[in-house]
DNA sequence: AAACCGCTAGACAGCTCGGTATAGTGGCTG
DNA sequence: CAGCCACTATACCGAGCTGTCTAGCGGTTT
């Protein structure tokens, strides 16, 4: 019990580190249902029976995921680059569509994570599936706070908005067509600009 | 050979149309994966071999399905109500918004097959996916059909952006958003107007 | 030294999957 | 009547899945 929390820090990695690490690489780049527990842990270089002495079943491990998936790819990733890249409000939420882009073009893109995990789980009262709408609700609520500050009229129907063309554009780029998303930004373009606001500093 | 042709109206449907019809309906509903050929068997009241002896695979199996979609679903369904809900090019494109609102309502709504069929195959190269894209491009020939019958400046480019709402608006209604394809409705007139088209007749 | 602990390795249960093999049945046609 | 044909029923294969069990190893603590 005490042993887990002082994870020294400059070791070779714990098993559960390893695991968890193994697990948001294969999970992020396939999804949840495609890879097998004996894959993840293969791949953390560990025994089955360590990851679920760690996790006490698959759904457990897949819930862990999505929480690490919006620590990485929702809060420092998303959130932090577009915080970073945009001036403005009104340039930082077209500073998504911009990271996306980049994002869409390398070859391990796997469109959205939680999407996926979404169309996966047919059950709605799954939890996997109840986690999903919750971290779908985070990015909202970032969405809406940006929202807010770039003096929209109506903040909780334009995040919304938002997140329909960010969805859409990243399943489209993931069909294979190269320049959904630089579209998509353009109709958020119009979206801000339909607010009153010039998108200040827009670079196109 | 000359037997399949010839199968005759009003009888209590052949077994190649039950598997058809099974598969569509469970395929429609749940996913391609998710559902196995024993069950698409037994919801057609047929045997399992009686199936491969009309499907060699699974995959072609899948593969009937998304062309029966594609013409009971994109064809006759979207495409044929939308015509007919408008009036003019610019409210054709809107009633879709209309149509997909009714639909997500439904409780038997499934978001877009052809979303869950691309999500569920990894391998770029795999001939569901591959058809997928086909039947992707088919509605997009249909949206730029009417982008140009409407006057937009860049039919392609329209088209491109009005699919990217409609995709992502299905999805968000699918995580629980009820509001979701109402309010990309509303981004789809701003996109209207925004070619100096006035969505003529209009209903909000 | 003894107890303990996290971990390993591998077998295994029980299930579902796609796909195959076989034997047999009922009806239509020569 | 005989042959054919689409179809049925059922067993089966090999693979993969989640999850469990066991036996043992190596290092730390008391």
Redesign the interface.
Known sequence: MAARAKSPPGRPSSARERIDHAAYELFSR??I??IGVDTVAARAGVAKMTLYKHYPSKDQLALAFLRRREELWTRSWLQGETERLGATPGAKLLAVFDLFEAWSRRPDFE?CAF??A???H?D?RHPVRVA??GH?ATIRAFLVELAKEAGTRNPA?FA??W???????L??A????A??VR??R??GR??LE?EGLRAARARR
């Not at 993931?174 to 067509?177: D, F, L, P, Q």
Request: hydrophobic share 50%.
């Open positions: 396939h999804s249902r495609t469109a999407t996926k979404l169309l996966e047919a709605a999903v709408r779908i129907r919304q908005q997140q329909v063309l960010m969805i859409g554009c399943i489209a993931y069909a294979g067509e320049d959904a579209n998509a353009k109709v119009l979206l339909s």
